[in-house]
């Protein structure tokens, strides 16, 4: 009986100490499932951040030697920069992706972000713009950069974004010179006949006539072929652009004209305008004024220095004297009363207005 007792009591002792097993070993197995307090704070593994970078696709007709495309290439240092990356800029020039009105055409679609053309064509969705292009109204650059970057430039810029666009500051292409393959042109009688491209701009179109030349408008990519290809006889454009397109392989030619200041105008997709933040915006408009007063600088040395070399090219040039250039003003001076109507008589009277006050600014 003892026997038996002392074995029931084994048993029990057995079953008691392999319970206490169990139950300790389920704790502490429960234990370790229980997450820790600094365990239940721990975040979630994050997923890899695959946000692509928005894209700028940037272009213009003119190619990459140009002052203008080395400002492009600033103005996307400068973006990609402050930005960190969350914004691309892609640069396409010599017409690449579209002549200027077929980019800003895109920019209103949308499909393209930003352009940079002469504001002789953007005069075809505003028709202020062909102001510019009025012959013979800026005496100098000093003048043209009070204008464009003092209250009336900005009067012209505040009218695109109704055209789903956003003009961000005003280049400059610059005075423009006539070359052609056919004779010097020193006086007005030597334009006639002339086959002349002009941009597509109705008061380009009525100068040149009205000079007795034949112009022909055109966009800028087809323009080398058509002079190649005798097409049309001659151009007007910068120096600088003269120089860097080669124009001089297809032109003899070259008269310091001086005949309008052409400026660009750094445009953006209002599209893409709308999709940025208010940061993002404030970028783009800062580095289009930075990069402004580069292309400003590169372009004025630029011009000086490749008139020089045009004529090392072989090609002839012909230096306009002030009493023949002033017998050209008078010759357009009836396209301009016509085009003042056209904008505006109140615009242009204001337009005007600001000139004369640029001038006694910059004279003193
Ligand atoms: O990149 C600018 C060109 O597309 C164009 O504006 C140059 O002045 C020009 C022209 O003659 O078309």
Redesign the pocket.
């Known amino acids: 009986m003892f026997k038996l007792m002392k074995s029931k009591k084994f048993v029990l002792a057995m079953v008691f100490l392999l319970s206490l097993v169990l139950i300790v070993g389920c704790s502490t197995q429960t234990k370790k499932e229980e997450p820790t307090q600094s365990e239940g704070k721990k975040e979630e593994p994050k997923k890899e951040e695959t946000k692509k970078p928005r894209i700028i696709r940037a272009g ?3 190619n990459d030697k ?1 002052p ?1 495309f080395k400002a492009l290439e600033e103005f996307k240092k400068i973006v990609e920069e402050k930005t960190n990356g969350s914004v691309k800029v892609e640069l396409y020039h010599s ?1 690449q992706i579209g ?2 009105r077929t980019m800003m055409e895109a920019l209103q679609l949308g499909t393209q972000e930003m352009t ?3 504001t ?2 953007i005069a075809n969705f505003v028709k202020e713009f062909s102001i510019f292009d009025f012959p013979f109204i800026f005496p100098n650059e000093k003048v043209a950069d009070m204008i464009l970057d003092g209250p009336v430039g900005q009067e012209l810029l505040d009218k695109l974004p109704e055209q789903g666009i956003i003009g961000l500051a005003y280049w400059e ?1 610059g005075y ?1 010179q006539l070359t052609n393959d056919v004779r010097p042109v020193a006086k007005v009688e030597d334009f006639n006949g002339l086959k002349i491209r002009t ?1 597509e701009n109705q008061v380009h179109l009525d100068a040149f006539r009205a000079l007795g030349a034949n112009p022909t408008p055109m ?3 087809e ?1 080398f072929t058509a002079m190649q290809q005798g097409t049309v006889d001659g ?4 120096f600088a ?1 003269i120089y860097l397109q080669k124009f001089y392989e297809v032109q003899k030619y070259v008269s310091d004209t001086n005949h309008v200041y ?1 400026p ?1 105008v750094l445009m953006m997709s209002k599209k893409f305008w709308d999709e940025s933040t208010p940061e993002e915006q404030k970028i783009f408009k800062e580095a289009a004024i930075a990069t402004r007063d580069i292309n400003r600088k590169l372009n004025r040395e630029a011009n000086s220095k490749y008139v020089e070399e045009l004529e090392k090219t072989g090609m002839t040039l012909t230096r306009i004297s002030d009493e023949d250039r002033a017998e050209m003003a008078k010759v357009v001076a009836p396209v301009i009363e016509k085009h003042k109507e056209k904008v505006g008589k109140e615009f242009a009277d204001k337009f005007y207005k600001a000139i004369d006050e640029a001038i006694k600014a910059t004279s003193n």
């Open positions: 213009i007709g003119l140009h203008q017409g002549d200027d940079c053309p002469a002789a064509p292409n423009r941009m966009p800028f990519p323009l151009q007007e454009n910068p652009t052409s660009f």
